[in-house]
């Protein structure tokens, strides 16, 4: 049965870069596992990213979300501000790079329900 997790992402430890395949951190990404665990169907990462840092994106078998809480990336050439969003759905390939230092959110389902 489904439920509510509730977290708070200062709390959360960190961790190495989620290993979700079709995507993979580039340069300085530390990561922190906000809700993860072998029985969570949705999974939440943060990363703080120095300049220049990025996320590749090479067709991942899941969907991804990405919220910019502070900072700013360029998403294939186009500038999302902190408060933004951007997404990444599965099959597609993108690369995401931190054009300044930034804080972001990354959540993704667990399992891949498009093979």
């Known amino acids: 049965m489904g439920k509510v997790v509730i977290k708070q992402a200062d709390q959360a430890s960190t961790v190495p870069f989620s290993a979700v395949e079709g995507s993979a951190a580039i ?30 994106f090479d067709k991942p078998n899941v969907g991804h979300v990405l919220y910019i809480l502070a900072g700013a990336i360029e998403a294939d050439g186009k500038t999302v501000e902190a408060g933004g969003t951007a997404c990444v759905e599965h099959g597609a390939k993108a690369d995401i790079r931190a054009v300044k230092d930034t804080v972001l959110y990354q959540s993704h389902e667990r399992e891949p329900r498009h093979v």
């Open 27 to 56: 340069g300085a990404v530390q990561t922190k596992a906000v809700i993860q665990g072998a029985d969570r169907p949705l999974l939440l990462w943060q990363h703080d990213m120095k300049a220049g840092a990025g996320l590749a």
